[in-house]
């Protein structure tokens, strides 16, 4: 009768243990604030529409900044929980002295999605023909650069 007991016992211990990792059915709400809608996105997109992430616990709110100054002000405002943006924002909030700058946890794509565009056609073009040129970034905080 013992042995019977003790048996029944720890069935009860191991189904309660079981009952405790059941997922919760409430969503966790999460914002998502990204830089720009693109391409190099579709990834995010596609598991969003396929129900990814609601079947992980997430409520995806999905909004975009349309520029890395205005996403990271979502992410240090708290009007999103993460942004998808260039680390360059967190270089620039860091050297200004924000004490509560952003920290940088993964990388999102593996090519940076940019394009080198010209007024003009080009035939056969090689990074040579660019040494000592103004590039111009393709809007307000983009690249400036020299080369």
Known sequence: MKKFVL?????IFCLSCMIG???SSALTEVTLNEVAHSIF???QYVAIEKGYF??????????TGFGADKTMTAVISGDADIGFMGPEATIYQYQEGNQD???NFAQLTQRA?????????IKDFSWDQIKRKDVIGGRKGDCHCFM
């Not at 609601?54 to 909004?63: S, W």
């Open 7 to 11: 048996c029944l016992g720890l069935a």
């Open 21 to 23: 990792c059941r997922k």
């Open 54 to 63: 609601k079947e992980e616990g997430i409520d995806l709110t999905l909004e």
């Open 113 to 121: 999605g940019n394009f080198l565009i010209s007024r003009k056609k």
């Open 101 to 103: 700058y952003a920290v």
């Open 41 to 43: 996105y579709a990834p």
